[in-house]
């Protein structure tokens, strides 16, 4: 019996659509196209969207969109999605200085899985991965599709500072940090790009469903497009 979509209250004001369980990129897909077409055909009352990897949370005006009628709005959105609805994904090349003091980390993380640093960079930069979903801090990217031989565990005591553009691996996933903030990911390098800016339209480089490919880039190539 198919369960989905599970819808779960949360207050008076808003609803959680859940379409799967785990971490699964069909069903993460789902999830951004169910976004997308709220986006394109926004019900009234619809006050915020906020995409995660299984579910999309819904923040209404119940008195200008009742419960009954929003889910009756989501079951229509659903039964309408096309298989082409999950393919519009934009993908955003991120340069990165790996190693250093730029990638404190890389030096032990490669040493734990028997591989060259320059060998983690490969592995790193090879795939295009997906925006699962934002979150932890304003513009921080979840990005799945990570080289299973990378995998590694969070650092045991978490780093009370980590700079800004700092690109980091945990477990099964890797990340960057769009602004400084404590962190337990294994760091590896740094982007000069700024994935969060409060004054600029949109203010985040990276959202949701987008896809990221990174390229290593030299310390001079860094500092270059700092200025």
């Known amino acids: 019996m198919n369960v989905f979509p599970r819808f779960r209250l949360c207050g008076e004001t808003a609803l959680s ?4 369980d785990g971490i699964d990129l069909e069903v993460n897909r789902k999830v951004h196209a169910l976004c997308r077409t709220f986006k394109q055909s926004p019900p009234a009352g619809i006050l915020s969207l906020n995409p995660t990897y299984r579910s999309l949370f819904v923040q209404y005006d119940p008195e200008l969109c009742s419960l009954e009628r929003l889910m009756t709005t989501i079951q229509k959105f659903l039964q309408e999605l096309q298989e082409s609805d999950q393919d519009v994904e934009t993908c955003v090349d991120i340069p990165v200085c790996y190693g250093a003091e ?3 980390d890389l030096a032990e993380l490669a040493a734990f899985h028997g591989l060259t640093e320059d060998e983690v960079v490969r592995r790193h930069t090879a795939p295009m991965y ?5 979150g932890f801090t304003p513009g921080f990217p979840y990005l799945g599709g990570l080289d299973a031989g990378l995998a590694t565990p969070r650092k045991k005591t978490p780093r009370s500072k980590v700079p800004a553009g700092s690109v980091g691996i945990a477990e099964q996933q890797t ?7 404590p962190g337990g990911w294994q760091i590896i390098g740094r982007t000069p790009l700024r994935l969060f ?3 600029r339209e949109p203010p ?3 959202e949701a469903g987008m896809k990221v490919r990174f390229y290593a880039i030299s310390r001079d190539q860094y500092e270059n497009l700092t200025r």
């Open 175 to 181: 990340g960057i940090y769009p602004i400084e903030s």
């Open 17 to 20: 659509v859940e379409l799967g």
């Open 204 to 206: 985040f480089l990276v």
């Open 102 to 104: 730029f990638g404190p």
């Open 197 to 199: 800016d409060a004054h």
């Open 130 to 134: 997906h925006v699962y979903m934002i």
